[in-house]
């Protein structure tokens, strides 16, 4: 089993930046890939951006450009920086990581951008 507990959520202006973080932990040696997904009010959940253990990422068309994702393999973190956030960013961000072929979420942090 793999727990997942992220932080950083909250509430910010237009324009702003944002840094959310992740923490693994459980029975587990290495994560193959970790990630984030969100899901706004009505909208089926999404990916935002993820990272392999060697260091390739891939993002949202969305979110290029402003959003940037690091983690550290010996830690098993992994960090969403977010700058210029959008109203349209607002969502439930959801950590999640790949280990053993099966995916595992956490429960989730709010974001939401006013205008």
């Known amino acids: 089993q793999v727990q997942l507990v992220e932080s950083g959520g909250g509430l910010v202006q237009s324009g702003g930046s944002l840094r959310l973080s992740c923490a693994a932990s459980g029975n587990i040696f290495s994560i193959a890939t970790m990630g984030w997904d969100r899901q706004a009010p009505g909208n089926q959940r999404e990916l935002v951006a993820a990272i392999t253990r060697g260091g390739t990422t891939n993002f949202a068309d969305s979110v290029k450009g402003r959003f940037t994702i690091s983690r550290d393999n010996a830690k098993n973190t992994v960090d969403l920086q977010m700058n210029s956030l959008k109203p349209e960013d607002t969502a439930v961000y959801y950590c999640?990581?790949?280990?053993?072929?099966?995916?595992?979420w956490g429960q989730g942090t709010p974001v939401t951008v006013s205008s």
């Open positions: 999640k990581g790949l280990h053993g072929g099966t995916w595992y």
